[in-house]
Each structure stands twice: as structure tokens, then as C-alpha cells.
């Protein structure tokens, strides 16, 4: 089992930064990936970018060159900084874990970011 707890989120205006953190707890031996996921009302769930632990990244076209993912193993931790915010990046964000074998996922609780025009 992993437990995930995000952090950071909150109310910015556009063009303005944010940086997301998620927390690991349990069995962070057998992760293999992590990533963000977004949530907007009234639409799915998509993914915004992850990270391998051989630090392979990957990002939606739509958040390249904003977005960072980045993660401190030593604090089982992985951020996501969010520069140049824009009103649709809005959403509930949320953190997934990928473990192996298996290939098990848990989510985080997610947490809401909000960006104002």
C-alpha cells in the first residue's frame, strides 16, 4: 500500500506560479512512476505529467513549457511547479503512484488550484 498526500494548491492569478508537492508514505520502495493528474468540472480526468524513477519525464502538450515535474527521493516526494498559470489550468490536481509489479495505482486526495483572469 501507498498513501499520497498532496499540498500547495490554492487561488492565483493568471500568469502567476504555483508549486505542487506530493507526499509518499508506505511501501515507496515498490513505485515505479508518479504523476499529476487534472480534473476540471464537468470534464475527465487527464493526465498532466509524470515521472519515472529513472527520472524519465513526460508532460500534455498543453502544460509544455509551464509545467515542471521534478521528485526528492530522499523526501519521497514529488513537486510539480506550474509557471505562467492560465484560467483553464484550473482544476482539482491530483498525485498518482504506479508500483511494481503489479502495476498497482493509488491516488492522492487532490487538491484544488484555481487561477484567476
Known amino acids: 500500500q501507498v498513501q499520497l498526500v498532496e499540498s500547495g494548491g490554492g487561488l492565483v492569478q493568471a500568469g502567476g506560479s504555483l508549486r505542487l508537492s506530493c507526499a509518499a508514505s508506505?511501501?515507496?520502495?515498490?513505485?515505479?512512476?508518479m504523476g499529476w493528474y487534472r480534473q476540471a468540472p464537468g470534464k475527465q480526468r487527464e493526465l498532466v505529467a509524470t515521472?519515472?524513477?529513472?527520472?524519465?519525464?513526460s508532460y500534455a502538450d498543453s502544460v509544455k513549457g509551464r509545467f515542471s515535474i521534478s521528485r526528492d527521493n530522499t523526501k519521497a516526494t514529488v513537486y510539480l511547479h506550474m509557471n505562467s498559470l492560465r484560467p483553464q489550468d484550473t482544476a482539482v490536481y491530483y498525485c498518482?503512484?504506479?508500483?511494481?509489479?503489479?502495476?498497482?495505482?493509488?491516488w492522492g486526495q487532490g487538491t484544488q488550484v484555481t487561477v484567476s483572469s
Open positions: 498518482k503512484a504506479r508500483t511494481l509489479p503489479g502495476a498497482s495505482d493509488y
Open positions: 508506505g511501501m515507496i520502495w515498490s513505485i515505479y512512476s
Open positions: 515521472i519515472t524513477r529513472s527520472d524519465s519525464t
